[in-house]
């Protein structure tokens, strides 16, 4: 079975080397092996390391060869076949299972090559250092944040997710990333070996990526402190040395430049566009430049936007996309003139109408917006441009503060005083709940312009009369990025928004599984409708800021009754929320919004083509032979007994005879090993499933067992290679034994759906309905889990009809692939064991649905091989 080789690079600072090995030996380490590295440390490394020589590996070099020798003698140390972890002598590891979580990470996809984590700076700052970077190509400042930002950590991009680099303080290398890039280039000493790395591979179709389930700490550059300029010269001549392979091709990545003229803070929705969108379109190919349409200051935190505001223009912007309220009338300045806007009334100030004719494109959230602008005579081309949520920051998990004492807590945000009409909110909640009820209000009153006169309605409204609880947060300023802490510390979000305008807020609230509540009205109506609880208008009313425009008025008494209504059904209500939010998130999200924006600019302007993507890289393309494990990936009732008998009359070995399993309805044996389908058993249970209910997600610590149980399995296996494996539900499960083996070659079996589902039925009394459903499931999972390394595909059909031609085609495919120790049985053997095709099932008024006809026709052309 295959490990991990975990390569501590030491150097001095010996106290730092045993924190970070003790740390190290008290987590789960399956399969794993440490390699120490003493990089020619001159203090009591070299000696004290003697007494962790029986838990780890010591690689002693004579003198301090530099980071990237010191790893690569690391490297060249490691088994063969196994995976290399880098690490940096200064991590330290609270997290008991970050080496499986990395694995599931690399191995979620077959051009998943490098995978890193979210790393912590030193104590008490709990600032994370580390979220996946990028380096920016006019100066080569490398940034660990795709956002650019350094933050409190809030439970942000918690996914794994593909970025243009990693940090090598700690770097999970696949092995066959290694085999295809080799070691890291010792043009380098250290520093910016890591950046280079990322990109070699990424020219080789081979991704970084984050695992955003792994946090650790690291005492960053802890090794080079106190070093007299020694870690400055370190970079600035790997500096030097990047810019010469990397730096114009970094700035001819560039697709052109686009202009982003708008605001970074007020009003909010339209600030809080520009710092999640600007940094997704420059990471898209696009070089972004920032003005700011009214004076402000940046947060100088803030990389990314100060990169863009610091962009000198040397020629007319490509594209200009204007990203402000109506009211400001900024000219565009450049090009391609894109302006995203919307409303908050049903009918805009007839104003706008000649400022919006000034633009090639104009880009609206939503059908609402576009009829809206369509009516005061805009003929501008328009086009809706979905803006989602920010799932990196808004998901359910962000840590937060709940009430002391249990109380059902409802939270409003107010930033204008008639928009967001506070004031029916406190006079809802007041009417609808007792003093002695365990249910709160908090109203937080943002910073800005209403901000004094939001205060002095509610407190005047609350000095006024007693009544249940309601508390007001102003004068209270926090980063953007928290904002998704004040919503999870919340159990519901309720709005009684007059505006029509795109609101971040609600979209937060249902990505942070809060229940909410909101009026089903303008840019909210579809999204209330679909993912909230409503309230009832009582009509509409004129906006007193705005003569003559037109915005909701929430109706009270209904307002008052669904607060109440979801306190009764508080329980339900929740539940509900927390099971939809990562639903909502997968397909409402900015990233998806950036993607078809760069579209959008692409199209009527003077930006590039965008680059060719590379071939995604394939274990299958590597010049490698098979290891001569075998997995038989098939779905019940497709006929993966049978082909488990051919691979044994080859000359495969499926495990010690007395483990194998058999059945009354196969009692000639099914060749599956009895641990192996105890194990899919358990692990499927340990998820909330079964066969017949396949589970779609489960717990880390299932997967992490499952592999325990198959890893001992596999060890019995290995000393009688060529070797195979079935179990059907290991269709289920392939990414999660993908770690555990080397050079594998993974053996589809398929049959006709509609045989599969007749049989399921007689056997099981399923419906052909839940039958064929079940079928996708597991083809789906088995197809898109080996998709990338080698596999064959045998019909079961065209084997009974033919079982020698078949069985010769399917042992020749084997030899093709490199698999030795096979022997091909002679043709008598291979008929006896192989039964006639017979009568055929009855599969009439078995309909397969169009999702399930297309998977069956890419299975029998081959497509779904990649192949035709």
Same mark, same amino acid.
């Given at each position: 079975?295959?490990?991990?080789?975990?390569?501590?690079?030491?150097?001095?600072?010996?106290?730092?080397?045993?924190?970070?090995?003790?740390s190290?030996?008290?987590?789960?380490?399956?399969a794993?092996?440490?390699?120490?590295?003493?990089?020619?440390?001159?203090?009591?490394?070299?000696?004290?390391l003697?007494?962790?020589a029986?838990?780890?590996?010591?690689?002693?070099?004579?003198?301090n060869?530099?980071?990237?020798?010191?790893m690569?003698?690391?490297?060249?140390?490691?088994?063969?076949?196994?995976?290399?972890?880098?690490?940096?002598?200064?991590?330290?590891?609270?997290?008991a299972?970050w080496l499986?979580?990395?694995?599931?990470?690399?191995?979620?996809?077959?051009?998943?090559?490098?995978?890193?984590?979210?790393?912590?700076?030193?104590?008490?700052?709990?600032?994370?250092?580390?979220?996946?970077?990028?380096?920016?190509?006019?100066?080569?400042?490398?940034?660990?944040?795709?956002?650019?930002?350094?933050?409190s950590?809030?439970?942000?991009?918690?996914?794994?997710?593909?970025?243009?680099?990693?940090?090598?303080?700690?770097?999970?290398?696949?092995?066959?990333?290694?085999?295809?890039?080799?070691?890291?280039?010792?043009?380098?000493?250290?520093?910016?070996e890591?950046?280079?790395?990322?990109?070699?591979?990424?020219?080789?179709?081979i991704?970084?990526?984050?695992?955003g389930?792994?946090?650790l700490?690291?005492?960053?550059?802890?090794?080079?402190?106190?070093?007299?300029?020694?870690?400055?010269?370190?970079?600035?001549?790997?500096?030097?040395?990047?810019?010469?392979?990397?730096?114009?091709?970094?700035?001819?990545?560039?697709?052109?430049?686009v202009?982003?003229?708008?605001?970074?803070?007020?009003?909010?929705?339209?600030?809080?566009?520009?710092r999640?969108?600007?940094?997704?379109?420059?990471?898209?190919?696009l070089?972004?430049?920032?003005?700011?349409v009214?004076?402000?200051?940046?947060?100088g935190?803030?990389?990314?936007?100060?990169?863009?505001?610091?962009?000198?223009?040397?020629?007319?912007?490509?594209?200009?996309?204007?990203?402000?309220?109506?009211?400001?009338?900024?000219?565009?300045?450049?090009?391609?003139?894109?302006?995203?806007?919307?409303?908050?009334?049903?009918?805009?100030?007839?104003?706008?109408?000649?400022?919006?004719?000034?633009?090639?494109?104009?880009?609206?959230?939503?059908?609402?917006?576009?009829?809206?602008?369509?009516?005061?005579?805009?003929?501008?081309?328009?086009?809706i441009?979905?803006l989602?949520?920010?799932?990196?920051?808004?998901?359910?998990q962000?840590?937060?503060?709940?009430?002391?004492?249990?109380?059902?807590?409802?939270?409003?945000?107010?930033?204008?005083?008639?928009?967001?009409?506070?004031?029916?909110?406190?006079?809802?909640?007041?009417?609808?709940?007792?003093?002695?009820?365990?249910?709160?209000?908090?109203?937080?009153?943002?910073?800005?312009n209403?901000?004094?006169?939001?205060?002095?309605?509610?407190?005047?409204?609350?000095?006024?009369?007693?009544?249940?609880?309601?508390?007001?947060?102003?004068?209270?300023?926090?980063?953007?990025?928290?904002r998704?802490?004040?919503?999870?510390a919340?159990?519901?979000?309720?709005?009684?928004?007059?505006?029509?305008?795109?609101?971040?807020?609600v979209?937060?609230?249902?990505?942070?599984g809060?229940?909410?509540?909101?009026?089903?009205?303008?840019?909210?109506?579809?999204?209330?409708?679909?993912?909230?609880?409503?309230?009832?208008?009582?009509?509409?009313i004129?906006?007193?800021?705005?003569?003559?425009?037109?915005?909701?008025?929430?109706?009270?008494?209904a307002l008052a009754?669904?607060?109440?209504?979801?306190?009764?059904?508080?329980?339900?209500?929740?539940?509900?929320?927390?099971?939809?939010?990562?639903?909502?998130?997968?397909?409402?999200?900015?990233?998806?919004?950036?993607?078809?924006?760069?579209?959008?600019?692409?199209?009527?302007?003077?930006?590039?083509?965008?680059?060719?993507?590379?071939?995604?890289?394939?274990?299958?393309?590597?010049?490698?032979?098979?290891s001569?494990?075998m997995?038989?990936?098939?779905?019940?009732?497709?006929?993966?007994?049978?082909?488990?008998?051919?691979?044994?009359?080859?000359?495969?070995?499926?495990?010690?005879a007395?483990? !194998? %399993?058999?059945? &009354?309805?196969?009692?000639?044996?099914?060749?599956?090993?009895? *641990? @192996?389908?105890l194990?899919?058993? #358990? +692990?499927?249970?340990?998820?909330?499933?079964?066969?017949?209910s396949?589970?779609?997600?489960?717990?880390?610590?299932?997967?992490?067992?499952?592999?325990?149980?198959?890893?001992?399995?596999?060890?019995?296996?290995?000393?009688?290679?060529?070797?195979?494996?079935?179990?059907?539900?290991?269709?289920?499960?392939?990414r999660?034994?993908?770690? !555990? %083996?080397?050079? &594998?070659?993974?053996?589809?079996?398929?049959?006709?759906?509609? *045989? @599969?589902?007749?049989?399921?039925? #007689? +056997?099981?009394?399923?419906?052909?309905?839940?039958?064929?459903?079940?079928?996708?499931?597991?083809?789906?999972?088995?197809?898109?889990?080996?998709?990338?390394?080698?596999?064959?595909?045998?019909?079961?059909?065209?084997?009974?009809?033919?079982?020698?031609?078949?069985?010769?085609?399917?042992?020749?495919?084997?030899?093709?692939?490199?698999?030795?120790?096979?022997?091909?049985?002679?043709?008598?053997?291979?008929?006896?064991?192989? *039964?006639?095709?017979?009568t055929k099932?009855?599969?009439?008024?078995?309909?397969?649905?169009?999702?399930?006809?297309?998977?069956?026709?890419?299975?029998?052309?081959?497509?779904?091989?990649?192949?035709r």
């Amino acid at each position: 079975m295959r490990g991990a080789a975990l390569i501590v690079l030491a150097w001095n600072q010996w106290t730092l080397t045993r924190r970070c090995l003790d740390s190290l030996l008290a987590q789960d380490l399956d399969a794993a092996e440490i390699i120490v590295v003493d990089n020619g440390s001159e203090d009591e490394t070299a000696t004290a390391l003697d007494a962790y020589a029986s838990r780890v590996r010591i690689v002693r070099l004579p003198a301090n060869l530099g980071f990237v020798r010191g790893m690569n003698a690391g490297i060249a140390a490691a088994r063969p076949d196994d995976d290399v972890v880098l690490l940096n002598n200064d991590l330290l590891f609270g997290q008991a299972d970050w080496l499986n979580r990395l694995r599931d990470a690399a191995y979620a996809a077959a051009d998943h090559g490098i995978v890193g984590c979210r790393l912590l700076g030193p104590e008490p700052g709990n600032l994370l250092f580390h979220l996946g970077g990028f380096i920016e190509p006019e100066l080569l400042w490398g940034q660990q944040s795709e956002s650019g930002q350094q933050e409190s950590d809030v439970g942000q991009f918690p996914r794994t997710r593909r970025v243009q680099a990693i940090a090598f303080a700690l770097a999970y290398i696949r092995r066959d990333c290694l085999d295809r890039i080799g070691g890291l280039d010792e043009i380098f000493h250290s520093y910016f070996e890591d950046t280079d790395y990322c990109l070699r591979a990424a020219d080789a179709g081979i991704a970084s990526v984050v695992a955003g389930a792994v946090t650790l700490r690291h005492d960053q550059h802890g090794s080079t402190r106190d070093d007299g300029g020694f870690r400055e010269r370190l970079w600035k001549n790997s500096r030097a040395r990047f810019a010469e392979r990397w730096q114009q091709r970094l700035i001819d990545r560039y697709r052109g430049t686009v202009l982003w003229q708008g605001l970074t803070r007020l009003p909010h929705a339209w600030g809080q566009l520009t710092r999640a969108l600007l940094w997704r379109l420059d990471a898209r190919g696009l070089r972004m430049a920032y003005s700011a349409v009214l004076p402000e200051l940046l947060d100088g935190n803030d990389f990314r936007l100060e990169l863009a505001a610091r962009r000198m223009l040397h020629s007319f912007p490509d594209v200009a996309l204007v990203c402000t309220p109506g009211q400001s009338q900024m000219p565009a300045r450049g090009r391609f003139r894109v302006a995203i806007a919307f409303s908050e009334w049903r009918r805009p100030p007839a104003a706008w109408a000649d400022y919006y004719r000034g633009f090639d494109l104009l880009l609206v959230p939503d059908a609402f917006q576009a009829e809206a602008f369509r009516e005061i005579g805009i003929d501008t081309p328009m086009e809706i441009l979905p803006l989602g949520v920010d799932r990196e920051y808004c998901h359910p998990q962000v840590p937060a503060l709940r009430h002391p004492a249990g109380h059902f807590v409802f939270l409003a945000v107010a930033e204008s005083l008639h928009g967001d009409a506070p004031e029916l909110i406190v006079e809802a909640f007041r009417r609808s709940f007792r003093d002695d009820e365990a249910v709160e209000l908090v109203v937080y009153i943002c910073p800005g312009n209403d901000e004094s006169a939001i205060r002095e309605t509610l407190e005047n409204m609350l000095a006024r009369s007693s009544g249940a609880r309601v508390r007001l947060m102003f004068g209270w300023g926090f980063p953007g990025y928290e904002r998704a802490q004040l919503l999870t510390a919340a159990d519901a979000y309720v709005s009684a928004r007059r505006g029509a305008g795109w609101d971040p807020v609600v979209r937060a609230a249902i990505a942070c599984g809060c229940v909410v509540i909101a009026p089903a009205w303008g840019s909210q109506q579809a999204l209330v409708q679909e993912w909230a609880l409503s309230v009832e208008l009582a009509g509409e009313i004129e906006d007193p800021a705005e003569p003559g425009c037109v915005w909701a008025q929430p109706d009270r008494d209904a307002l008052a009754w669904r607060m109440r209504d979801v306190f009764n059904r508080r329980e339900e209500c929740v539940m509900s929320a927390m099971a939809r939010a990562t639903q909502y998130s997968a397909s409402n999200h900015l990233d998806l919004s950036a993607d078809r924006l760069t579209e959008m600019l692409g199209r009527g302007s003077t930006l590039l083509a965008p680059v060719p993507s590379m071939r995604p890289h394939q274990p299958c393309d590597l010049d490698r032979p098979p290891s001569g494990q075998m997995v038989v990936l098939g779905m019940h009732r497709s006929g993966t007994s049978s082909i488990g008998g051919l691979l044994a009359l080859f000359g495969a070995w499926p495990g010690p005879a007395e483990l !194998l %399993l058999r059945g &009354p309805d196969n009692p000639r044996g099914h060749f599956e090993h009895g *641990e @192996i389908h105890l194990a899919c058993l #358990r +692990r499927l249970q340990a998820a909330g499933g079964d066969w017949k209910s396949p589970p779609g997600h489960a717990p880390p610590a299932a997967i992490d067992a499952f592999r325990r149980e198959i890893a001992v399995v596999l060890d019995s296996l290995d000393g009688r290679r060529p070797w195979f494996i079935k179990e059907p539900r290991l269709c289920l499960l392939v990414r999660e034994l993908l770690p !555990l %083996l080397t050079r &594998p070659v993974f053996i589809h079996v398929v049959r006709d759906p509609s *045989e @599969i589902a007749a049989s399921l039925h #007689r +056997r099981d009394a399923l419906s052909t309905t839940k039958a064929l459903a079940l079928w996708e499931t597991y083809t789906r999972e088995a197809f898109a889990g080996s998709a990338g390394w080698p596999r064959i595909l045998v019909d079961y059909n065209a084997l009974l009809e033919n079982p020698l031609a078949t069985a010769n085609a399917f042992f020749d495919d084997l030899q093709n692939l490199g698999i030795g120790g096979l022997e091909r049985p002679q043709p008598a053997r291979i008929a006896e064991w192989i *039964e006639s095709a017979g009568t055929k099932s009855d599969c009439s008024g078995i309909r397969l649905s169009a999702a399930q006809a297309d998977l069956q026709a890419r299975i029998a052309d081959r497509g779904i091989l990649g192949q035709r």
